[in-house]
């Protein structure tokens, strides 16, 4: 009996409102598929007055479930909290865009007014977002002030249906005297890629008022990071910039430093597992020393940050009150590289407020490590641009990627060799010193088997000629 009781009471606190005006059946687990199924849910919707959030996520709703629950909806004009994620697992996909476009025009013919519109976790790609496209455009959404699409598959395609959605509601609510402020844009997980994340950052850019941007783990490279860090800068009241596991590398890493140079109201950084590379930490770190004062977090780990860079970061932090935690974690810094960084974190009196450096990558062996990872990266890019151009059929976009394979041609021409030449070998025959000797790199041995033979002045002609 007495158990019983406990699960009767605990079924009746999730259907009963946890905050005022909501009504919760978060996390059953239930399987819901048709109108009957529904009655019960459909009755308290109905009978609950002044419902302002409801709590469907941790269930799954087939198509009639989801139309039965619209209905009831339809009458409920104080409504504003979607709360909508994780509530169509073992769904076929083709399920979902007619189970949102039941709900959300429900909400349109109650002239609802939403705050929070949360569908995270809810793998509906594409077509998903086509189901929300409507509610995205009508006055449901001119109030809206967070988008949480986390983890929904929506890909290219879905980013750009989404960012025209987004600017549809935009200018219609401005033409209306309110124009929409998103403050919160969650949509992680979602492979927007460089053309996704670019229609965002226009709408982003127009929109101006968002205080929140996560958009972690998304296949964007550096042309997708420069866009969205040309839309952050229009948006001065940015708190929180999560741009975790993206793909910087040096470009997309100044272009952010930049941004970040305009968001004196920035708390939070998380440019993790991002591959910002030295010459990006060493802008960011200029960005940090020149503004950013109430700073709380900054997370630059797993970037490939050798042992000079981290000293830079680490020293730009210096008198940000506010900073609660720096992450450098998983970089290339060494033994000694770390030391130096606690030492300088200890002389400012932040020591507790550096995070581990556990997992240190050890410093580079040789530099030519680099090199020739920029040089992967640059190709690596041209083919993705020559994928795109493809795509676009862009004449114009052809002629761009040749003149940026020009001088990625100039670039390694104009760099140091990766394999030392002969020259070098003699210099060092001739005039030996530790530094010259380690130039020489791991084949100095057969570099000073060729040149044993021959004279010295000879190697000083070669190196004046």
């Known amino acids: 009996m007495a158990t019983d009781a406990v699960a009767q009471l605990a079924d009746s606190l999730a259907k009963t409102q946890v905050t005022e005006g909501e009504l919760s059946y978060k996390g059953q687990g239930r399987k819901f598929d048709n109108a009957q199924s529904v009655e019960e849910m459909v009755k308290e919707i109905q009978e609950f007055k002044g419902l302002q959030a409801l709590r469907l996520e941790g269930n799954t709703y087939g198509v009639e479930a989801a139309q039965a629950i619209a209905k009831a909806l339809e009458i409920k004009s104080e409504f504003k909290y979607c709360y909508w994620s994780d509530m169509f697992t073992g769904r076929l996909r083709s399920e979902i865009p007619p189970a949102l476009n039941s709900l959300g025009a429900a909400l349109m013919t109650a002239g609802a007014r939403l705050t929070v519109l949360d569908l995270s976790d809810n793998a509906f790609g594409p077509d998903g977002v086509k189901g929300i496209e409507k509610l995205l455009k009508s006055t449901a959404c001119h109030t809206l002030q967070e988008l949480r699409l986390n983890n929904c598959g929506m890909g290219i395609g879905g980013g750009k249906i989404l960012a025209a959605a987004l600017t549809e509601c935009y200018k219609q609510s401005s033409a209306q005297g309110t124009p929409l402020g998103l403050k919160v844009f969650i949509a992680g997980r979602n492979r927007l890629e460089n053309d996704g994340a670019t229609a965002l950052a226009q709408a982003f850019q127009l929109m101006g008022s968002l205080e929140e941007v996560h958009v972690p783990q998304n296949g964007i490279n550096h042309p997708g990071v420069t866009a969205l860090a040309t839309a952050m800068q229009h948006n001065p009241q940015l708190r929180v910039l999560n741009l975790n596991d993206n793909t910087f590398t040096k470009k997309g890493a100044i272009a952010m430093a930049q941004a970040l140079k305009h968001l004196r109201s920035i708390q939070v950084i998380n440019f993790g597992d991002c591959l910002v590379r030295s010459e990006g930490a060493i802008a960011i770190a200029e960005a940090v020393t020149e503004g950013l004062p109430i700073l709380k977090e900054l997370n630059l780990s797993f970037g490939e940050i050798t042992g000079e860079a981290a000293l830079l970061v680490a020293q730009s932090v210096e008198g940000k009150a506010t900073l609660e935690k720096l992450d450098l974690n998983g970089n290339c810094l060494g033994d000694e590289g770390c030391d130096a960084v606690r030492e300088v974190m200890d002389g400012l009196n932040m020591g507790d407020l550096l995070g581990s450096l556990s997992d240190d990558e050890g410093e580079p062996e040789e530099d030519e490590d680099e090199e020739e990872g920029d040089e992967d990266e640059e190709g690596d ?26 001088d990625s041609i100039v670039n390694q021409v104009s760099s140091p060799p990766l394999v030392p030449r002969s020259p070098d070998a003699a210099s060092f025959l001739c005039f030996p010193s530790p530094d010259k000797l380690l130039k020489l790199g791991t084949k100095r041995a057969l570099l000073f088997e060729q040149q044993v033979n021959t004279p010295c002045h000879e190697f000083l002609t070669q190196q004046t000629t």
Do not use: F
């Not at 994928?387 to 059929?393: A, G």
């Not at 114009?396 to 003149?403: A, G, H, I, L, N």
């Open 381 to 406: 890019e041209d083919e993705d641009d020559d994928e795109d151009d493809e795509e676009d059929e862009d004449d114009e976009e052809d002629e761009d990627d040749v003149e940026e394979e020009e």
